[in-house]
């Protein structure tokens, strides 16, 4: 019960015509500073649009799969994917198109985008829950797995929060040194990485309270 592997660490602030300004050798001076910033501050506004959308759509579908259990698998991975998506939305690239306003050319190695603290009790966590889920014993498999799934949402919302103040430093600083650092730029992504997924893995793990098999419904 980690955090969700396939987690989309898509950067956008990365991509498409802002990355050709970046790195297209036959850009000027006026497109690289200017017109990047232009794109990253349009960037910035946006993400957060889309990040409280689909967290809204996240949210009003939960209760659907909360009273199907997750039952009807469509609805379970679309939910989930919502949350997360979203939470990243709001959380991480917003910070990452900031960054970019202020230095286009900030530059930080490659993040680890489940998160610090939130990553390491949940990893921890994930094991046991397994081999209880997989046990031939029934107690383990109908008891021991909710009492795990109770302590994920705890994992989740304390890791989280942890990761989300270490993120929100370590982006202050980065900000304010305008991004000249590169590993206080990759930390501050990896701990709002990391706390990106309170909502969307406290959700999961409050389901499998109710239903220890809903984890592998949740996913698409």
């Known amino acids: 019960m ?11 602030a990365e991509q498409g015509a802002i990355a050709h300004l970046m790195n297209n050798p036959n850009s000027d001076q006026f497109e690289k500073q200017v017109l990047a910033r232009i794109g990253h501050f349009c960037g910035f506004s946006l993400t957060l649009i ?10 009003i579908c939960s209760v659907g799969v909360i009273l199907t259990l997750t039952l009807y698998k469509p609805i379970s991975g679309f939910t989930t994917d919502r949350l997360l998506s979203g939470a990243s939305q709001l959380i991480l690239f917003p910070y990452i198109h900031l960054l970019k306003t202020v230095n286009p050319a900030a530059s930080h190695k490659n993040p680890f985008p489940e998160g610090i603290v939130s990553y390491f ?43 989300l103040s270490i993120g929100l430093i370590a982006a202050a600083i ?47």
């Open 121 to 163: 009790l949940c990893k921890q966590l994930s094991s046991i829950y397994w081999n209880n889920i997989n046990s031939t014993n029934v107690i383990q498999k109908q008891l021991c797995t909710r009492i795990i799934s109770l302590l994920v949402v705890s994992a989740n919302i304390i890791g989280g929060g942890v990761d």
């Open 174 to 220: 980065s900000i304010l040194t305008v991004g000249y650092f590169e590993n206080m730029n990759t930390l501050a992504m990896e701990g709002l990485g990391g706390a990106s997924h309170i909502l969307g893995g406290a959700f999961c793990s409050t389901v499998c309270i109710f239903n220890p098999w809903a984890f592998e419904n949740l996913w698409f």
């Open 50 to 59: 889309i990040g409280i959308t689909e967290t809204a759509f996240g949210l």
């Open 2 to 12: 980690s955090t969700i592997a396939n987690f989309r660490m898509v950067n956008y």
